[in-house]
């Protein structure tokens, strides 16, 4: 892989509050517009509150139980990367972004992914956790669910054979944007019963899927903090929060688009910002 050079452009790091799923997956592309407009790149931490299933791009709205969502005050958004669907929940999933202008990464894929989680394999190091990439291929077990679908050596990361963390890429106006989750916990009836008719029990998720807490002592603040400065450490980041009218703007688009039924239900691309 041709070298890249990340600690001579600006980065900031965001250890991001807890905020909903629509107004997460906005500020990715706000913190794609200040990377492209601004030549500022983000790194970045967040959490999901309330806990929010993020559904793949393409995936088919019918595959979810909108009733158990409504039900357990669940969020639901859709993803502009592809895959199944996520149940983040507040406390069990830690979640980052990796936000930076095309032109200074890896055109290819691979290569791009392999830079990009650099920094999570460190932070896994570094929390006492021995995850790598998946060393092959591993069969479906359930579409929907993105943990529970065929395991890809390319992007995710398992330990012991146990998926941990899954992590994807989309490309929006020249800007690369990476989000990944990691495991801090399970939460298995949750992740099975964001979906309709999946006829899983607890135990097969739980056999596909590990987490921090069954490899590490470390508490979930810590483990939070230790992916953020691995974060920044990897491209030399500022500390910072987001600009006078990112969050705004952000949350105007939340509700435009990953906050509205049409984008969630039916992909309908919206109008673009007045």
């Known amino acids: 892989m041709t070298e890249t050079t990340l600690d001579d452009r600006e980065w900031r790091l965001v250890r991001d509050n ?3 799923g629509a107004t997460q997956m906005a ?7 200040t990377a492209l ?5 983000t790194v970045r931490t967040f959490s999901w509150e309330p806990s929010t299933l993020s559904l793949g791009y393409r995936q088919d709205p019918e595959t979810v139980d909108w009733d158990y969502c409504e039900r357990n005050g669940i969020g639901v958004t859709r993803r502009q990367t ?5 149940y983040h929940d ?6 980052y972004t990796i936000v930076a202008p095309a032109a200074e990464v890896p055109g290819d894929l691979m290569d791009c992914y392999a830079l990009f989680c650099e920094p999570i394999l460190e932070a896994f190091s570094r929390m006492g956790v021995d995850a790598d990439f998946a ?8 579409q929907p669910s993105c943990y529970l679908r065929d395991i890809n050596p390319a992007h995710d990361v398992v330990v012991d054979g146990g998926k941990i963390s899954g992590n994807a890429q989309y490309r929006q106006r020249d800007v690369v944007i990476q989000h990944g989750s990691l495991s801090f916990d399970l939460e298995p009836t949750d992740h099975l019963g964001v979906f309709v ?7 097969t998720f739980t056999d596909r899927v590990t987490s921090i807490r069954e490899h590490t002592e470390i508490d979930r603040e810590e483990a939070v903090e230790t992916v953020g400065d691995a974060l920044g450490d990897w491209c030399d980041a500022d500390e910072s929060t987001w600009r006078e009218g990112e969050l705004e703007a952000a949350q105007d688009l939340a509700a435009r688009k990953y906050g509205a039924d049409a984008w969630i239900r039916d992909r309908e691309v919206l109008e673009a910002e007045p």
């Open 18 to 20: 807890a905020r909903d």
């Open 27 to 33: 500020l990715e592309e706000i913190a794609a517009r």
């Open 37 to 41: 407009e601004d030549g500022i790149r």
């Open 82 to 86: 592809g895959g199944g669907g996520i």
């Open 90 to 95: 507040r406390d069990a999933d830690i979640s």
């Open 135 to 142: 060393g092959e291929e591993q069969d479906s077990i359930y």
């Open 197 to 203: 008719g999946h006829g899983l029990e607890p135990t």
